[in-house]
């Protein structure tokens, strides 16, 4: 799922963890939503409300709930 489909759903790992459902999620993080944005800039209000953080760690929502969660950046790290 992407970055911001993430943000509605996310807390779902809270669900996967206590019913240890063995389920595997990937989120393609392209920094927001539709084209995003490279990098936020340093006024926040340059920032156009679909851009979301490019160095949000989603993995570590797993992590708080018990989970696995891993970066992956490149084909080899997948």
């Given at each position: 799922?992407?970055?911001?489909?993430?943000?509605?759903?996310?807390?779902?790992?809270?669900?996967?963890?206590?019913y240890q459902l063995g389920a595997a999620i990937f989120?393609?993080?392209n920094n927001g939503i539709y084209s995003g944005t490279e990098k936020l800039?340093?006024?926040?209000?340059?920032?156009?409300?679909?851009?979301?953080?490019p160095d949000a760690k989603y993995e570590q929502i797993a992590n708080a709930f018990g989970g696995k969660g891993f970066e992956a950046k490149t084909q080899k790290d997948l």
């Open positions: 799922m992407g970055d911001s489909a993430f943000g509605f759903s996310g807390m779902e790992c809270d669900t996967m963890t206590r989120i393609i993080n800039d340093e006024d926040p209000k340059a920032n156009a409300p679909t851009h979301l953080n």
